[in-house]
């Protein structure tokens, strides 16, 4: 077994189906009109692949989102085939002058098998190895039922009925640039900035299939947003929401949740993805604790840092 790099296009007909979006070709490509350097390595024989970028000595998986991973034509590649390739590979950049490898890896509901296996093999193996544990909500939408919430959330729901709060799907530039600037504002507030402008982010309208949605008051305020992608077939997956400071006041965020789930499940989801509740590992108690209220399932993704002097 030998590691290969090769061009693009030949590295994507080899992958025809990647697991989740942010590994496709398309969304590659958006994020390549400014900076090309990124390499496409791959190995005949274990039929699994990964596109890097280097820079400053550092090879990372994804290039510009929130989470990458390995290309594996099967999901049953054994273990070793897998311990092989990670092998090969810090040998492989190493020689090349790479000093460091970062993998943002998946949480368990895209390629749970050949994730697992590769990260068994990292702890396994002997690499200086940091392992930045994120915890990552997900909701199974086949068996969501609503008398499943707490007390405590059954009312909050009852109240936001009463305050007559509505969800209204956008399409218009205007109303997203709205819901882009409730999250962007909401961040601000909270001392983190937005990943991605505004303009960036409308270029991933056709290869996430993204869409815009707003929380309005009895007033027609606007007082939360989301925007979503779709990650994979069957996932939806929250990329950003928040709210503005009237919309606290009356629990948008729980309405936002509840009838994103209501949407989503009655449209033939399987799993709606909230992403993580960690920064570099370190919970977000508040946050993890509203996502759990809200029934969705707290599972570990993992960052692995690999120094390879």
């Given at each position: 077994m030998a590691i290969v790099s090769l061009e693009n296009k030949d590295f994507f007909s080899r992958f025809e189906?990647?697991?989740?979006?942010?590994?496709?070709?398309?969304?590659?490509?958006?994020?390549?009109?400014?900076?090309?350097?990124?390499?496409?390595?791959?190995?005949?024989?274990?039929?699994?692949?990964?596109?890097?970028?280097?820079?400053?000595?550092?090879?990372?998986?994804?290039?510009?989102?929130?989470?990458?991973?390995?290309?594996?034509?099967?999901?049953?590649?054994?273990?070793?085939?897998?311990?092989?390739?990670i092998r090969d590979l810090t040998v492989y950049l190493l020689n090349s002058g790479v000093k460091s490898l970062r993998l943002a890896l998946p949480a368990p509901i895209y390629s749970v098998n050949t994730t697992s296996k590769l990260i068994n093999s990292l702890i396994a193996g002997n690499y200086?190895?940091?392992?930045?544990?994120?915890?990552?909500?997900?909701?199974?939408?086949?068996?969501?039922?609503?008398?499943?919430?707490?007390?405590?959330?059954?009312?909050?729901?009852?109240?936001?009925?009463?305050s007559r709060l509505k969800i209204e799907e956008v399409f218009d530039d205007i109303q997203r640039l709205n819901a882009y600037k409730i999250v962007e504002e909401n961040r601000t507030?909270?001392?983190?900035?937005?990943?991605?402008?505004?303009?960036?982010?409308?270029?991933?309208?056709?290869v996430c299939k993204s869409r815009f949605f707003i929380v309005k008051n009895n007033e027609g305020e606007s007082i939360a947003s989301a925007i979503?992608?779709?990650?994979?077939?069957g996932i939806v997956y929250a990329q950003f929401w928040g709210d503005s400071p009237l919309g606290r006041n009356l629990n948008a965020?729980?309405?936002?949740?509840?009838?994103?789930?209501?949407?989503?499940?009655?449209?033939?989801?399987?799993?709606?993805?909230?992403?993580?509740?960690?920064?570099n590992g370190v919970p977000n108690s508040g946050l993890l604790r509203f996502k759990e209220s809200h029934r969705f399932s707290s599972t570990l993704k993992f960052t692995a840092e690999i120094s390879l002097l």
């Open positions: 189906k990647a697991p989740h979006v942010f590994l496709t070709e398309e969304h590659l490509a958006i994020h390549l009109q400014e900076d090309t350097k990124c390499i496409y390595l791959a190995d005949s024989d274990s039929g699994l692949g990964i596109f890097l970028k280097i820079s400053l000595g550092l090879a990372q998986c994804p290039y510009a989102a929130p989470f990458g991973g390995l290309f594996s034509k099967d999901e049953r590649t054994d273990w070793a085939s897998i311990n092989r390739f200086k190895l940091n392992l930045i544990p994120e915890i990552n909500s997900h909701l199974s939408l086949l068996d969501y039922d609503r008398e499943s919430y707490p007390k405590n959330i059954k009312e909050i729901i009852r109240k936001t009925s009463r507030s909270r001392g983190r900035k937005m990943s991605i402008s505004y303009s960036h982010l409308r270029r991933l309208d056709k979503t992608f779709e990650s994979s077939p965020m729980d309405f936002l949740a509840v009838s994103l789930v209501d949407i989503f499940q009655s449209e033939g989801w399987k799993i709606f993805d909230l992403g993580v509740s960690t920064e």
